[in-house]
C-alpha cells in the first residue's frame, strides 16, 4: 500500500501556516520604550549621577554634562523643549537612575509619565536603556518638555 505524498505535504504546510498566525503581524519599532512601569522610582533608591543642561533661548539643542561614578562626560541633547518665560539662558539639573555604564546615558528619551510623589516631581524622561533622568526647571515661570518622538542625547568624545 502506497501513502501518498501530496496530502503529507499539505499537512505539514497547513501547520507551519498555523503557527505562522501567532506571530505578529508586523514586529515593534526598533526605537520603542519600554513600559513606563519600569521606571519606578522606590523610596531609597540611589541617584546614579547628576546632568546639568544648559539651554540657550533659540537653539533646538542644549549641552550638558552627566558626572557620575567621579567622572565627567559632556553631550548635547536635541529636543528638549521650553514654555514660559525663559531666560536667554538657563541651567537645570536632573537626577540620573539606572545608570549601569556612561554609555548607557546616550539615547533618545521620552516622557515616561508623572511622578508618584513629590520627592520625583519633574519631568521623567527614560530611555531604552532604562535609565531615568528626572529634570527640575530652576523656577515655576519655565516648563519642561519633549516631543512625541522623545529628545536625543548624544555623548560627546
Not at 507551519?16 to 519600569?38: E, F, K, R, W
Not at 511622578?115 to 528626572?134: E, H, W, Y
Amino acid at each position: 500500500m502506497r501513502i501518498p505524498v501530496l496530502p503529507s505535504l499539505a499537512v505539514a504546510i497547513l501547520a507551519v501556516a498555523g503557527c505562522a498566525a501567532d506571530l505578529p503581524q508586523t514586529p515593534p519599532p526598533a526605537d520603542a520604550l519600554p513600559s513606563p512601569s519600569l521606571y519606578t522610582l522606590s523610596p531609597g533608591t540611589p541617584v546614579d549621577g547628576t546632568a546639568r543642561i544648559t539651554l540657550s533661548r533659540g537653539r533646538g539643542t542644549a549641552t550638558g554634562v552627566l558626572e557620575t561614578d567621579g567622572q565627567r562626560f559632556r553631550f548635547t541633547m536635541a529636543g528638549l523643549a521650553t514654555t514660559g518665560a525663559m531666560p536667554a539662558r538657563m541651567t537645570v539639573t536632573a537626577q540620573v537612575y539606572g545608570l549601569q555604564r556612561s554609555s548607557d546615558f546616550a539615547g533618545t528619551y521620552r516622557d515616561v509619565g508623572g511622578a508618584a510623589s513629590d520627592l520625583d516631581a519633574g519631568l521623567r524622561l527614560g530611555n531604552n536603556n532604562l535609565v531615568l533622568m528626572v529634570v527640575r526647571a530652576p523656577g515655576q515661570d519655565v516648563a519642561l518638555g519633549v516631543p512625541p518622538g522623545g529628545a536625543v542625547v548624544t555623548l560627546q568624545r
